[in-house]
């Protein structure tokens, strides 16, 4: 497939009920929160990893479980970066000491790999496949209003070891901590260039695969510690050109959630008003750009 040739600007709302969207590790893995203005965030890192799970899953030959050609993911659990590289060099019996050799790996983990295609990699390691700058690039994401982090004490009906059930006189009950979010909507955003999207081939089905993705990622990554999440708004602003017909701030100012009236505090979607853009305003503003609303 060919790549890409048009620019795109998306915005990315979702929410979550009751649960943990995206923890801090030095934080005792407590929700991510702006500490000035008491909102809340979700790392890129936290989107991308989702979006790389959903391709995971539905890119699979499900009789052997293998990723179909050109779907695998790089970044996944367990994987040694050094290995996947060395694949490159195996595939197309290269030699890693040569300079040409190395873009030529380079250009076969593009064209393996789904999450380089789409989000770059810096592959210059010990087996060294170079680096690749990805057309798809995502903010944090932030909560529309502030959030409460609400730390719960939980228990569990049993013990470890014979040592602690023999040590506690009220049974073998031990006690812990959940951290939760009861609501917050979120909002990210996100940019493809075509001319990054030109040096890795990503094309129109790798982008209809991360429409996909963003609007479904959230039903296949259930977790009790997440609660209930799931994508709410995905816009999709298409430019005519590579460089694009408006700035993406201009674009994404379309969209500004408020909060209703008479609602102390939010604690659902419904609390919230002004979740659509308006088509027609966009179109009398930038001509250009067509406004897609996928979910």
Same mark, same amino acid.
């Given at each position: 497939?060919?790549?890409?040739?048009?620019?795109?600007?998306?915005?990315?709302?979702?929410?979550?009920?009751?649960?943990?969207?995206?923890?801090?590790?030095?934080?005792?893995?407590?929700?991510? /929160?702006?500490?000035?203005? *008491?909102?809340?965030?979700?790392?890129?890192?936290?989107? +991308?990893? +989702?979006?790389?799970?959903?391709?995971?899953?539905?890119?699979?030959?499900?009789?052997?479980?293998?990723?179909?050609?050109?779907?695998?993911?790089?970044?996944?659990?367990?994987?040694?970066?050094?290995? #996947?590289?060395?694949?490159?060099?195996?595939?197309?019996?290269? &030699?890693?000491? +040569?300079?040409? =050799?190395?873009?030529?790996?380079?250009?076969?983990?593009?064209?393996? @790999?789904?999450?380089?295609?789409? %989000?770059?990699?810096?592959?210059?390691?010990?087996?060294?496949?170079?680096?690749?700058?990805?057309?798809?690039?995502?903010?944090?994401? $932030?909560?529309?209003?502030? /959030?409460?982090?609400? !730390?719960?004490?939980?228990?569990?009906?049993?013990?470890?070891?014979? $040592?602690?059930?023999?040590?506690?006189?009220?049974?073998?009950?031990?006690?812990? $901590?959940?951290?939760?979010?009861?609501?917050?909507?979120?909002? *990210?955003?996100? %940019? /493809?260039?075509?001319?990054?999207?030109? &040096?890795?081939? @990503?094309?129109?089905?790798?982008?209809?695969?991360?429409?996909?993705?963003?609007?479904?990622?959230?039903?296949? !990554?259930?977790?009790?510690?997440?609660?209930?999440?799931?994508?709410?708004?995905?816009?999709?602003?298409?430019?005519?050109?590579?460089? *694009?017909?408006?700035?993406?701030?201009?674009?994404? +100012?379309?969209?500004?959630?408020?909060?209703?009236? =008479?609602?102390?505090?939010?604690?659902? %979607?419904?609390?919230?008003? =002004?979740?659509? /853009?308006?088509?027609?305003?966009?179109?009398? #503003?930038?001509?250009?750009?067509?406004?897609?609303?996928?979910?």
């Amino acid at each position: 497939m060919n790549p890409i040739t048009k620019r795109y600007d998306f915005i990315l709302a979702f929410d979550v009920v009751n649960g943990n969207p995206n923890g801090d590790p030095d934080a005792g893995n407590a929700p991510r /929160i702006d500490p000035e203005t *008491g909102k809340g965030l979700v790392s890129d890192v936290c989107l +991308k990893r +989702k979006i790389r799970n959903y391709v995971t899953l539905v890119k699979r030959d499900p009789a052997t479980g293998a990723p179909e050609a050109g779907y695998d993911i790089y970044v996944k659990e367990k994987a040694i970066l050094n290995r #996947q590289h060395k694949l490159a060099y195996d595939a197309l019996a290269l &030699d890693s000491k +040569k300079a040409e =050799d190395t873009d030529k790996a380079r250009q076969w983990m593009c064209q393996t @790999f789904f999450d380089i295609r789409m %989000f770059g990699a810096v592959m210059s390691t010990e087996v060294n496949c170079g680096q690749v700058r990805g057309p798809v690039q995502m903010t944090f994401a $932030r909560s529309v209003d502030r /959030i409460a982090v609400l !730390d719960q004490s939980i228990t569990r009906m049993a013990v470890t070891t014979e $040592r602690e059930s023999t040590a506690q006189s009220g049974g073998n009950r031990t006690m812990g $901590r959940k951290t939760i979010v009861p609501y917050g909507l979120y909002v *990210g955003y996100g %940019f /493809i260039s075509p001319y990054l999207a030109n &040096d890795t081939g @990503f094309s129109e089905d790798d982008l209809n695969l991360l429409w996909q993705a963003l609007a479904n990622m959230f039903e296949l !990554d259930r977790s009790a510690a997440r609660g209930l999440m799931a994508t709410r708004k995905l816009f999709v602003f298409e430019h005519t050109s590579p460089l *694009g017909d408006a700035p993406a701030y201009a674009l994404f +100012k379309f969209f500004e959630p408020k909060q209703r009236n =008479d609602i102390p505090v939010p604690r659902s %979607f419904e609390d919230y008003t =002004d979740l659509n /853009i308006d088509e027609l305003a966009v179109k009398k #503003q930038f001509p250009n750009v067509s406004l897609r609303e996928i979910v």
